[in-house]
Every structure is written in structure tokens, then in C-alpha cells.
């Protein structure tokens, strides 16, 4: 029988932009540009400064793929892990629910770097893009809830993703693909501990998932060779990075399931395990018309997921860290109606914030628990402070596919990004975004912010 790794490889070698349904093709623009947004929203962010000028030292100006953030170019390489890093800083980049996994960040980074050296056109960017959301959604479902409470299955799945996407402009015929996913495998990394330090390893996590996917990609095209099995070999990434993987989810659906059509597009600007609280809290405060100073505790009744990634935040010293605390992220909701990107840069360690904080618990529910990872359910209960206890329940947060951004909506966010990071003008973001919508007719994709 052939292995799952080769069934995977021919599917991303072997797609093209007519056997893409015309909804996923328009759910993949939707993505496109919500990555925009995120990217231009990590201008101005520490971290990708840092990582930006370590490529402008390792490469060229003269190189033909952009840097978003600063209007610059750089070498596809390079260009890839800048860009990478701005767009998952923000924490607005798109998350795929049932795979924990982020794939804007670590697929359109890399494929819209190659296809400017390639001069590509926008539907061969579109059927990359797919590829690669496939790809690594299928490998983090694989990967299994083992695997995401120690790994980020980002900075894991991502390097397959991006190896996917970028060996389908390439070319790759199914054989090199299966090589590139080899060398992408045994690259992938991404550990939780930085959490506990407010370490700013997560968005190296996407810097290095969209290199290394595109160096694996450009290696096979040359000849090198990946471990053929690497996904359920006996010394693969099952066997070190997972007790419950699962090979057959590898190859679920292919070509009939578009798993691309799943992914959720972020509200709040924080980790995607506090927005179903949030909408839930949200929920029973406008129900009720209840005010944060009403509020004396907020059970928020979470999947395990939740606890493993969010537990270990207790006392947030950063902006970024502050978007990993359950309780900080529901003082947001509580008192500005949303956990808006401005509202986390000036309340997140203030009087307020804190006291509502530290009236936030988290506990483990079982519907929730079983739910996940396919469905995240909110649940909350909150106590009054006259001795009331409500209830609040969200089935699908806000942004997930059947409560999902209108394009409107998506623009709108985009242009809060840009006006957010001062990365683009109004006006020059709004050019980008109405070009943007169109990419599908692009004969040659170019520079997206001018």
C-alpha cells in the first residue's frame, strides 16, 4: 500500500487551481487578506525588528521578494521569515480549529515570496496556498492533542505547510514533494516554554517554520533527498512528538474535504483558546446589561488545551504575554466590549484590569473537553456582585466558519492593523486591499504594499 507520506506528497503535487471548488478559491482571498492585515500589523513590533535586521545582515536589498513591514526586499529566504514573524506578532493571524494550527503566517509568507521571484501569477499563488493550508492542517491533525501540550503546532506543522506551498510554485513532482516534506519534518520545532518567561520565541517559531519549509522545498527541487516516511516511521515525527497520532487523518478527505474552508479568522487580538470565553462573558454581560464593575467572579469552563497553554501565564509582564492570560483577556472583553490590539497596548496592567483578573478562573468542563479540538464552545458563569449566577454559552466565536468576517469585516481589520503599527497610510492600505481582492486575475503577483 502506499504510505500516507506519499499519498500526501502526490495531493501537493498534483493540485491545481481548476480542481479547487470556486468557495474555497474565495475563502483562500478572504485569508490572503487578512495575512496582509497581520502582517502590516507587525510594523513598528520589537521582536521583528530583531528578526528583520538579522536578514537585512544575512542578505541582499537588492533581492526579489518583499518585506512588508518595511518596504524593502530581501531574498525569498529572508523575505519569507521577516514577514512571517510580523504576521503572527499581532495574534490576528487565522487559526484552523480542529488542527490548532495557524496556517496564514507560515503558508502565505513563504508562497507570496516565491511567487514574486518567480513572478508567478495569482492563481498559481492561490493553488499554492491551498496546498499548503491542506498540507499542514492534515499534519496537525495527525500530530494529535499530545502533541500541542508540549509543541506549538505552528512552528511543527507550519515547516510542512510551508514546504507544501512552496514546492507546488516550484513545480515539485510528487516524488521531490515527498523529499521536501521529509527535510521540512525533521526541521520542525516549537516549544510552549516560552510562555512562562515572555520569551519571544513564538514568532521565531513561524520565522523559522517558513525558512525551513522553503529551504526544503528549493533542496528537493535540486536533488535532495527527505526521509520518506516521515510522518509514521519509527523514528519519525509520531514517534518523538506524539502518543496519539493518528496516520489516516494524513490523508482525510483529500480533494473532496477542503479543510481550507474551516479555518477561523481571530477577533480578539489574543490567543485563540480565550475567545470563546470571551464571546460567552460578552454574551451574558449584554444579555443582562451588566457593567465590569457588576462582575464578582467569571468561571470560564475550558477544554484541556486551554489550561496547558494558558495555565502557566499568571502574572503577564508583556503586552504579548498579557494575550496569553485568560483573566487579562476577559478584563478586556469585560470593560471595553472587546480585546482590541489598542486596549491590550494601554489597559493591560492597570488597576482595573488587574482586579477583574484576578476574579477569573478557569475549570475544566467535559462537553468542552470532548468538543475539542473539532469545536470550540464557550462557557462561562458569572457571579454578580448583588448574587446572581448567570450563564453564557457561545457554539461558534466569533470568527469561526459559521460565524465568520464578512469581507467588509476583514477589511475593516486590516486597515485597524495598518492604522495600529503606522505600517501603511490609509490610503496606501486601502490601494494594497482593493488590489488585493483581485489577486485571483493577477498575471504576475508583484509588490502588495507600494
Given at each position: ?20 471548488p470556486?468557495?474555497?478559491?474565495r ?6 487578506v ?21 536578514a537585512?545582515a544575512m ?93 506549538h ?19 515539485l ?11 521540512a ?25 517558513a ?63 480565550t ?21 464578582a ?27 496569553f ?11 471595553f466590549?472587546?480585546?482590541g ?13 488587574q ?33 446572581r ?44 486591499l ?9 498575471p ?7
Amino acid at each position: 500500500m502506499t504510505s500516507y507520506s506519499a499519498q500526501l506528497a502526490t495531493f501537493a503535487a498534483q493540485l491545481r487551481f481548476e480542481d479547487i471548488p470556486e468557495p474555497v478559491v474565495r475563502k483562500t482571498e478572504d485569508l490572503l487578506v487578512d495575512w496582509f492585515g497581520a502582517t502590516v500589523g507587525g510594523h513598528g513590533s520589537r521582536p521583528v525588528e530583531n528578526i528583520n535586521l538579522f536578514a537585512r545582515a544575512m542578505g541582499s536589498a537588492q533581492g526579489s521578494a518583499e518585506v512588508i513591514v518595511d518596504g524593502t526586499s530581501n531574498s525569498p529566504y529572508l523575505a519569507a521569515m521577516v514577514n512571517a514573524a510580523a504576521s503572527h506578532v499581532a495574534e490576528q493571524d487565522d487559526v484552523h480549529n480542529g488542527s490548532v494550527f495557524h496556517p496564514a503566517t507560515v503558508v502565505f509568507s513563504p508562497a507570496v515570496a516565491v511567487a514574486q521571484a518567480l513572478g508567478a501569477s495569482g492563481q498559481q499563488l492561490l493553488a499554492a496556498s491551498v496546498v499548503g493550508y491542506e498540507v499542514g492542517i492534515r499534519v496537525g491533525e495527525f500530530l494529535g492533542r499530545s502533541h500541542y501540550r508540549v509543541f506549538h503546532t505552528t512552528g511543527t506543522a507550519g515547516t510542512l505547510a510551508a514546504a507544501a506551498a512552496v514546492g507546488h510554485l516550484l513545480g515539485l513532482n510528487a516524488r521531490q514533494m515527498q523529499h521536501a516534506l521529509g527535510s521540512a519534518g525533521t526541521q520542525s520545532a516549537g516549544l510552549w516554554e516560552f510562555l512562562r518567561t515572555a520569551a519571544d520565541s513564538k514568532i521565531l517559531h513561524t520565522a523559522h517554520a517558513a525558512g525551513a519549509g522553503l529551504m526544503s522545498a528549493y533542496l528537493a527541487q535540486d536533488g535532495f533527498t527527505g526521509a520518506a516516511d516521515i510522518f509514521e516511521g519509527p523514528q519519525g515525527m509520531a514517534a518523538g512528538m506524539s502518543s496519539d497520532a493518528d496516520p489516516a487523518r494524513l490523508i482525510d478527505g483529500l480533494g473532496t474535504r477542503w479543510a481550507t474552508a474551516e479555518t477561523s479568522f481571530k477577533y480578539h487580538a489574543s490567543c485563540r483558546h480565550t475567545h470563546p470565553a470571551a464571546d460567552a462573558l460578552l454574551h451574558v454581560m449584554q444579555t443582562h446589561g451588566l457593567k465590569s464593575s457588576d462582575l464578582a467572579q467569571v468561571v470560564t469552563h475550558v477544554h484541556q488545551g486551554a489550561i496547558d497553554v494558558l495555565g502557566p501565564v499568571v502574572n503577564p509582564t508583556t503586552v504579548h504575554q498579557s494575550k496569553f492570560s485568560m483573566g487579562t483577556v476577559l478584563a478586556m472583553a469585560a470593560q471595553f466590549g472587546h480585546a482590541g490590539l489598542n486596549e491590550f497596548e494601554q489597559a493591560f496592567q492597570t488597576e482595573a484590569t488587574q482586579a477583574l483578573c484576578d476574579k477569573v478562573v478557569m475549570v475544566l468542563d467535559p462537553e468542552v473537553d470532548g468538543a475539542y479540538p473539532k469545536r470550540w464552545i464557550g462557557k462561562v458563569s458569572v457571579t454578580t456582585t448583588d448574587g446572581r449566577v448567570l450563564h453564557g454559552r457561545v457554539d461558534e466565536p466569533k470568527g469561526d466558519p459559521g460565524n465568520t468576517l464578512s469581507r467588509q469585516e476583514i477589511t475593516d481589520k486590516a486597515l485597524r492593523l495598518a492604522a495600529f503599527s503606522g505600517g501603511a497610510t490609509p490610503e496606501a492600505m486601502r490601494k494594497a486591499l482593493d488590489a488585493l481582492w483581485q489577486v485571483a486575475a493577477w498575471p504576475k503577483v508583484g509588490v502588495l504594499l507600494a
